[in-house]
């Protein structure tokens, strides 16, 4: 079974401060791995993805993530805060099931607040 | 490129009515179709899945049901709606048969019952 936890349902950064949402996950085969955003009252948008390949993944919006396979790790990262920024993150987790749908495991979301 | 409806954005119904929400995938073809629940706190929480017409699995016991008459167009409905149905409701999609590419959600329907 996979498992994903978000340290953090919320985060307050300063405007132009380092953004750290952590994430690790649980699967049992390689994973692939998503952050996505979302604004109030909007769907999840994709910010980045890790599938195979390089570890260090760039996304949307001045955002990464490095897929630390010995830590079970997959945090997001922004160097500098923007208050655009203000948004809930979910981190998730992919597994493909028996019959051909693909299974995902969302985390239950941070909140950033940024702050001026 | 592939774009994703769902409707309608906002919905008030009262205890017992019924419920139909829909949602549209246009630019793919056979794409797997999800319906989440979405709870203040709680993250998604998927309520069904459809990899093909007519093909329709649920993850939870509920008064839900879900239909996928054609091969881009999955509905969620009710016959008798509970105060526990209020929620924010998102569909979503994917490529059919993969496992390492991404969902694509639409912007949800906010359902409150009164």
């Known amino acids: 079974a996979q498992s994903v936890t978000q340290l953090g349902s919320h985060v307050s950064v300063s405007e132009g401060a380092l953004v750290l949402l952590r994430c690790n996950y649980s699967?049992?085969?390689?994973?692939?791995l998503f952050w996505y955003v979302q604004y109030p009252n909007q769907g999840l948008q994709l910010l980045l993805k890790y599938t195979t390949g390089a570890t260090l993944v760039k996304g949307i919006n001045g955002f990464e993530a490095e897929f630390k396979k010995s830590e079970t790790s997959f945090h997001l990262t922004k160097p500098s805060a923007h208050m655009s920024d203000a948004a809930e993150y979910f981190c998730?987790?992919?597994?493909?099931?028996?019959?051909?749908?693909?299974?995902?495991?969302f985390g239950i979301g941070t909140k950033l607040q940024v702050i001026p | 490129s592939q774009t994703i409806h769902q409707w309608p954005a906002t919905l008030v119904q009262p205890v017992g009515s019924p419920l139909s929400l829909e949602c549209t995938v246009e630019?793919?073809?056979?794409?797997?179709l999800y319906w989440y629940r979405q709870a203040a706190g709680r993250g998604l929480q998927l309520l069904f899945y459809s990899v093909g017409i007519g093909q329709i699995s649920s993850e939870v016991p509920q008064n839900l049901s879900a239909s996928r008459p054609q091969d881009r167009q999955f509905i969620l409905s009710s016959k008798k709606l509970l105060l526990s149905d209020s929620g924010f409701y998102l569909c979503?999609?994917?490529?059919?048969?993969?496992?390492?590419?991404?969902?694509?959600f639409g912007d949800g329907t906010r359902l409150s019952i009164l």
């Open positions: 998730a987790v992919s597994d493909r099931q028996s019959g051909g749908y693909q299974k995902v495991t």
């Open positions: 699967s049992s085969v390689p994973p692939y």
């Open positions: 630019g793919t073809s056979n794409p797997n």
């Open positions: 979503a999609w994917s490529e059919g048969g993969t496992s390492n590419q991404p969902q694509h």
